[in-house]
């Protein structure tokens, strides 16, 4: 599957964006979808991960509240609305396909994913 990122840009603090990550390849409506945010000179960090359905979603503890995931599998989508944006959010924004269904855990690692877009680039100015 390929995955491809997009709505990245340039805003405020407290602003808002929404990033999308449209799937070409094969169906993803059965499968996790996750997000991932990876700051210069840091570790990709987990930002949150949908089931297929969209029925289970979570958040890492630093976007909760913040940060909403949505899908849409008519479209084959997914969404990362994002609120009230901090200038620590800056990064550049990854969705990843699991090609598994949820499980008992929440795979917030990146080596549970097995298909990355190519990112988007969040800049939050203060």
């Known amino acids: 599957v390929q995955l491809q990122a997009s709505g990245g840009g340039l805003v405020q603090a407290g602003g808002s964006l929404r990033l999308s990550c449209a799937a070409f390849g094969r169906t993803t409506s059965r499968y996790v979808m996750g997000w991932f945010r990876q700051a210069p000179g840091k570790e990709r960090e987990f930002v949150g991960c949908?089931?297929?359905?969209?029925?289970?979603?979570r958040y890492a503890d630093s976007v909760k509240g913040r940060f909403s995931i949505s899908r849409d599998n008519a479209k084959n989508t997914v969404y990362l609305e994002m609120n009230s944006l901090k200038s620590e959010d800056t990064a550049v924004y990854y969705c990843a396909y699991a090609g598994y269904p949820f499980g008992s855990i929440s795979p917030i690692s990146p080596t549970e994913y097995a298909s990355w877009g190519q990112g988007t680039l969040v800049t939050v100015s203060s």
């Open positions: 949908i089931s297929g359905s969209g029925g289970i979603i």
